[in-house]
C-alpha cells in the first residue's frame, strides 16, 4: 500500500487525476471504477481540463459505486445525474460506456447479479477510485458487511444518511437504501486509489490503514489487496 499525505484537497484532486489520465494513456479503453460525493469533485474538475487538451475518453468504459434506491436517472440527487453533470458530460464519454446500478429496477437483486455480471463481461475495472465515510465505509458497504460480499441492496446506516441529509431538501427525503458494489466486487479491481480529504475523516483513515483488518472497518481490506495508493490532505492523515 502506498499513502501519499499532501497539503490539501487541490493537491490530493492533482495526484490522484494525475493517475487516472496515466491509466487512460496507457490504455485508452481502460474500465474506471468511479465514486460520487464531495471527494472526487476536484478530480472531475481536473479531468474535464485534461479532455479540453486531447486527452481522448471515447473509449474509456466506467462503472459506478453505487446508487441510491428509489432515485430514477433524472432526480438532481441520483448518482446517476451527478455523474451526468461532472464527469460525463464534460469528457464526451460515450453513454453506452458508462454505468450505474439502477435504483429503480423493479427487480433489484436481479440487478446486482446483472452489474456484477457486466463487470466481468467488460474484463474487470483497471482503475478503481474511492472515497471513504467517516464510519471508514467503501462503496455504500457500512461496518459488518461481509469481505465477501458482491454488489448488493444495502441498508444505510443512521451515520451515513445523516452525512447525506445536506444534499436533501429536508432528512425526510434521504433515502434510506442503496445498491452498492460489494467488498468483493471492489477487491476485484487491479489497482485501487482511494482519496480522502478533511479532519472528519481522519479517524477512519487511522483505523482502516493501521488497525486490524475487520469487517467493522471495511476500508480495512485494501490492507489485503496487492495495488492501493491512499491519497489523503493533511487533515485526512493528520492521525497517522
Ligand atoms: C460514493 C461512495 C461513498 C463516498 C463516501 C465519502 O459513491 O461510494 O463511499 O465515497 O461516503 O463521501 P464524500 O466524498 O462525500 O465525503
Given at each position: 500500500?502506498?499513502v501519499v499525505v499532501v497539503?490539501?484537497?487541490?493537491s490530493m484532486?492533482?495526484e490522484?487525476?494525475?493517475?487516472?489520465?496515466?491509466?487512460?494513456?496507457?490504455?485508452?479503453?481502460?474500465?474506471?471504477?468511479?465514486?460520487?460525493?464531495?471527494s472526487?469533485?476536484?478530480?472531475?474538475?481536473?479531468?474535464?481540463?485534461?479532455?479540453?487538451?486531447?486527452?481522448?475518453?471515447?473509449?474509456?468504459?466506467?462503472?459506478?459505486?453505487?446508487?441510491?434506491?428509489?432515485?430514477?436517472?433524472?432526480?438532481?440527487?441520483?448518482?446517476?445525474?451527478?455523474?451526468?453533470?461532472?464527469?460525463?458530460?464534460?469528457?464526451?464519454?460515450?453513454?453506452?460506456?458508462?454505468?450505474?446500478?439502477?435504483?429503480?429496477?423493479?427487480?433489484?437483486?436481479?440487478?446486482?447479479?446483472?452489474?456484477?455480471?457486466?463487470?466481468?463481461?467488460?474484463?474487470?475495472?483497471?482503475?478503481?477510485?474511492?472515497?471513504i465515510?467517516?464510519?471508514?465505509?467503501?462503496?455504500?458497504?457500512?461496518?459488518?458487511?461481509?469481505?465477501?460480499?458482491?454488489?448488493?441492496?444495502?441498508?444505510?446506516?443512521?451515520?451515513?444518511?445523516?452525512?447525506?441529509?445536506?444534499?436533501?431538501?429536508?432528512?425526510?427525503?434521504?433515502?434510506?437504501?442503496?445498491?452498492?458494489?460489494?467488498?468483493?466486487?471492489?477487491?476485484?479491481?487491479?489497482?485501487?486509489?482511494l482519496m480522502a480529504n478533511g479532519?472528519?475523516k481522519a479517524?477512519a483513515i487511522h483505523?482502516a490503514l493501521?488497525?486490524?483488518?475487520?469487517?467493522?472497518?471495511?476500508?480495512?481490506?485494501?490492507?489485503?489487496?496487492?495495488?492501493?495508493t491512499i491519497v489523503v490532505d493533511q487533515a485526512a492523515g493528520s492521525r497517522l
Amino acid at each position: 500500500m502506498r499513502v501519499v499525505v499532501v497539503s490539501n484537497f487541490d493537491s490530493m484532486s492533482d495526484e490522484v487525476a494525475k493517475m487516472v489520465i496515466a491509466q487512460v494513456r496507457n490504455k485508452p479503453a481502460s474500465v474506471l471504477g468511479l465514486a460520487t460525493g464531495s471527494s472526487p469533485l476536484g478530480v472531475y474538475r481536473l479531468l474535464a481540463e485534461y479532455y479540453k487538451n486531447g486527452v481522448d475518453f471515447s473509449r474509456i468504459i466506467t462503472f459506478n459505486l453505487d446508487e441510491y434506491v428509489g432515485l430514477a436517472e433524472n432526480h438532481p440527487q441520483s448518482y446517476r445525474y451527478y455523474m451526468q453533470e461532472n464527469l460525463f458530460s464534460r469528457v464526451h464519454i460515450d453513454a453506452a460506456n458508462t454505468h450505474v446500478p439502477n435504483g429503480v429496477a423493479t427487480d433489484l437483486q436481479a440487478e446486482c447479479g446483472r452489474y456484477d455480471e457486466l463487470i466481468r463481461h467488460t474484463g474487470g475495472i483497471d482503475l478503481q477510485i474511492l472515497g471513504i465515510g467517516s464510519n471508514a465505509h467503501i462503496g455504500f458497504n457500512e461496518p459488518g458487511t461481509p469481505f465477501g460480499s458482491q454488489t448488493q441492496v444495502v441498508d444505510l446506516t443512521a451515520n451515513t444518511i445523516r452525512d447525506n441529509a445536506r444534499f436533501f431538501a429536508s432528512p425526510g427525503e434521504v433515502p434510506t437504501q442503496a445498491i452498492s458494489m460489494g467488498i468483493k466486487s471492489i477487491m476485484s479491481a487491479r489497482n485501487i486509489v482511494l482519496m480522502a480529504n478533511g479532519g472528519s475523516k481522519a479517524d477512519a483513515i487511522h483505523a482502516a490503514l493501521t488497525g486490524p483488518v475487520t469487517e467493522e472497518v471495511p476500508a480495512s481490506v485494501l490492507q489485503l489487496h496487492p495495488s492501493v495508493t491512499i491519497v489523503v490532505d493533511q487533515a485526512a492523515g493528520s492521525r497517522l
